[in-house]
C-alpha cells in the first residue's frame, strides 16, 4: 500500500542547482533522491533533494525543515525491506519565488 507522507516546496532553490537541472531536461513527475545529511551544519534534520540527468546526480535543494522531522527519522531508521520511501517532481512553476518553482511528493511504501 501506498501512502503520501508530504508534499511541500523545495527550499534552497535559489542555493543550489535547481535552474541547471530545469535547463538539463528535469519535468514534472520524474523521480528525485532523497539523502539525509546530519552533519548539516544548519539542520540535523536536513534531507538535501537530487535529480538525475542519466550522468549525474544534482542537488536541487532540500526538504523544508518544518518537513523534515519525521521523514528524517523515517529515512534513518527504517529498513527498506520494510518501508521504502520514493519521492517524484510534482510541480515546475516560473515563478520569481524560488520557494515556488518545484514542489515534491514524497510517499512510502509498507512492505509487511
Do not use: H
Request: glycine fraction near 6%; proline fraction near 4%.
Amino acid at each position: 500500500m501506498r501512502t503520501l507522507l508530504d508534499k511541500c516546496f523545495i527550499a534552497g532553490w535559489e542555493y543550489y542547482d535547481g535552474e541547471r537541472a530545469l535547463a538539463e531536461g528535469m519535468k514534472e513527475d520524474d523521480p528525485i533522491a532523497l539523502t539525509c545529511e546530519p552533519e548539516n551544519e544548519y539542520d540535523s534534520n536536513a534531507i538535501a533533494v537530487y535529480w538525475y540527468n542519466g550522468k549525474n546526480a544534482i542537488k536541487i535543494g532540500f526538504v523544508p525543515r518544518a518537513s523534515n522531522g519525521a521523514l528524517a527519522l523515517l529515512l534513518d531508521r527504517l529498513p527498506d525491506y520494510i518501508m521504502s520511501i520514493s519521492a517524484q517532481i510534482v510541480t515546475l512553476q516560473n515563478s520569481s519565488n524560488p520557494w515556488k518553482r518545484c514542489a515534491i511528493t514524497v510517499a512510502a511504501e509498507v512492505s509487511l
